[in-house]
Protein backbone atom coordinates (compact mmCIF):
# COMPACT_ATOMS: atom_id res chain seq x y z
CA UNK A 1 0.00 0.00 0.00
CA UNK A 2 1.47 3.05 -0.94
CA UNK A 3 0.59 6.95 -1.49
CA UNK A 4 1.50 7.68 -5.43
CA UNK A 5 1.18 10.06 -8.07
CA UNK A 6 0.49 9.17 -11.70
CA UNK A 7 3.22 10.80 -13.68
CA UNK A 8 2.53 9.20 -17.35
CA UNK A 9 0.50 6.47 -18.93
CA UNK A 10 0.98 4.27 -21.69
CA UNK A 11 -0.39 1.52 -23.69
CA UNK A 12 1.88 -1.30 -23.91
CA UNK A 13 -0.06 -4.47 -25.91
CA UNK A 14 -2.63 -5.48 -23.96
CA UNK A 15 -1.98 -3.58 -21.33
CA UNK A 16 -1.59 -0.32 -19.32
CA UNK A 17 1.59 1.10 -17.75
CA UNK A 18 1.96 3.73 -15.51
CA UNK A 19 4.78 5.86 -14.25
CA UNK A 20 4.33 6.86 -10.75
CA UNK A 21 6.10 8.68 -8.16
CA UNK A 22 6.14 7.03 -4.69
CA UNK A 23 4.89 9.13 -2.06
CA UNK A 24 4.66 7.30 1.59
CA UNK A 25 5.05 3.48 2.05
CA UNK A 26 2.16 2.54 4.32
CA UNK A 27 2.54 -1.08 4.02
CA UNK A 28 5.88 -2.74 2.37
CA UNK A 29 5.97 -6.27 1.77
CA UNK A 30 8.29 -5.62 -1.11
CA UNK A 31 11.21 -2.31 -1.42
CA UNK A 32 9.84 0.63 -4.10
CA UNK A 33 11.95 2.99 -5.17
CA UNK A 34 11.08 6.92 -5.90
CA UNK A 35 9.69 6.07 -9.37
CA UNK A 36 7.84 3.18 -10.19
CA UNK A 37 6.09 1.46 -13.54
CA UNK A 38 2.39 0.16 -11.93
CA UNK A 39 0.68 -2.31 -14.42
CA UNK A 40 -2.71 -2.85 -15.22
CA UNK A 41 -3.69 -6.20 -16.94
CA UNK A 42 -6.04 -4.09 -19.78
CA UNK A 43 -6.45 -1.31 -21.69
CA UNK A 44 -10.14 -0.08 -20.77
CA UNK A 45 -8.94 2.55 -18.18
CA UNK A 46 -10.18 0.51 -15.04
CA UNK A 47 -9.60 1.36 -12.35
CA UNK A 48 -9.67 5.12 -13.72
CA UNK A 49 -5.96 6.73 -12.75
CA UNK A 50 -5.37 10.32 -14.29
CA UNK A 51 -2.00 11.81 -15.11
CA UNK A 52 -1.01 14.05 -12.50
CA UNK A 53 -3.60 12.75 -9.72
CA UNK A 54 -2.32 11.64 -6.37
CA UNK A 55 -4.20 8.07 -5.01
CA UNK A 56 -3.83 5.60 -2.24
CA UNK A 57 -2.53 2.44 -4.20
CA UNK A 58 -2.88 -1.31 -2.80
CA UNK A 59 -1.17 -3.45 -5.64
CA UNK A 60 0.75 -6.57 -5.51
CA UNK A 61 4.27 -7.86 -6.98
CA UNK A 62 3.76 -10.30 -9.81
CA UNK A 63 6.93 -12.41 -11.23
CA UNK A 64 6.23 -15.04 -13.77
CA UNK A 65 6.99 -18.69 -13.54
CA UNK A 66 10.70 -18.26 -15.34
CA UNK A 67 11.40 -15.34 -12.70
CA UNK A 68 11.96 -12.96 -15.56
CA UNK A 69 9.64 -10.78 -14.89
CA UNK A 70 9.11 -8.59 -11.67
CA UNK A 71 6.50 -6.21 -11.55
CA UNK A 72 3.88 -4.09 -10.06
CA UNK A 73 0.33 -5.31 -10.57
CA UNK A 74 -2.38 -3.59 -10.14
CA UNK A 75 -5.41 -5.59 -11.24
CA UNK A 76 -8.54 -4.23 -12.20
CA UNK A 77 -10.57 -4.57 -9.46
CA UNK A 78 -7.70 -3.53 -6.97
CA UNK A 79 -7.79 -0.75 -4.53
CA UNK A 80 -6.69 2.82 -5.99
CA UNK A 81 -8.71 5.45 -4.17
CA UNK A 82 -8.33 8.99 -5.10
CA UNK A 83 -5.52 10.21 -1.89
CA UNK A 84 -6.74 12.74 0.56
CA UNK A 85 -5.20 13.03 3.81
CA UNK A 86 -7.82 11.49 5.64
CA UNK A 87 -7.23 8.01 3.53
CA UNK A 88 -3.64 8.74 4.79
CA UNK A 89 -4.37 8.92 8.29
CA UNK A 90 -7.23 5.79 8.31
CA UNK A 91 -4.13 3.47 6.51
CA UNK A 92 -1.80 5.07 9.04
CA UNK A 93 -3.94 3.86 11.81
CA UNK A 94 -4.76 0.30 10.14
CA UNK A 95 -1.06 -0.50 9.35
CA UNK A 96 -0.45 0.70 13.17
CA UNK A 97 -2.90 -3.10 14.19
CA UNK A 98 -2.06 -5.03 11.06
Known amino acids: VF???????????????YEVEVGARY???FPLV????LWVP???GCPPLLEGAEYLLMARRHVNHEHTLNRI????DGYAR????????LVREAARHC
Open 3 to 17: HGRILARRLVGRETR
Open 27 to 29: RQR
Open 34 to 37: AREY
Open 42 to 44: NTC
Open 73 to 76: LLQD
Open 82 to 89: PWTPREAR
